[in-house]
């Protein structure tokens, strides 16, 4: 099993910056992909962004060119850098851990870890 922290919530003005950390622990090898989502009341939890083991990532649309996501493997840690908030940006974050194994026959299957989730204001 795996379990995530997360830190670095908080409130900040339009325009500025947080950083938001998710430490990993627990059966940490298989992990292939760790990233960041986010909800707010009413709407589903969308995906912000994702990197996987190898480095690559993906960002959504709404975010691209803002938010910067990073992994230190050796800290089992991943980062969400994100610059010039929106209000909109305001939401409840969750660091996501997605570990990927493979059945006996072959075929593989992906198993989700979540944290407990910060919250993220941004506002005046």
């Known amino acids: 099993q795996v379990q995530l922290v997360e830190s670095g919530g908080g409130l900040v003005q339009p325009g500025g910056s947080l950083r938001l950390s998710c430490a990993a622990s627990?059966?940490?090898?298989?992990?292939?992909?760790m990233g960041w989502y986010r909800q707010v009341p009413g709407k589903e939890r969308e995906l912000v962004a994702l990197?996987?083991?190898?480095?690559?990532?993906n960002y959504a649309d709404s975010v691209k060119g803002r938010f910067t996501i990073s992994r230190d493997n050796a800290k089992n840690t991943v980062y969400l850098q994100m610059n010039s908030l929106k209000p909109e940006d305001t939401a409840v974050y969750y660091c996501?851990?997605?570990?990927?194994?493979?059945?006996?026959?072959?075929?593989?299957?992906?198993?989700?870890?979540w944290g407990q989730g910060t919250q993220v204001t941004v506002s005046s």
């Open positions: 990197i996987t083991s190898g480095g690559r990532t």
């Open positions: 627990g059966s940490i090898s298989s992990i292939n992909a």
């Open positions: 996501n851990a997605k570990r990927t194994s493979s059945y006996s026959g072959g075929a593989s299957f992906t198993n989700d870890y």
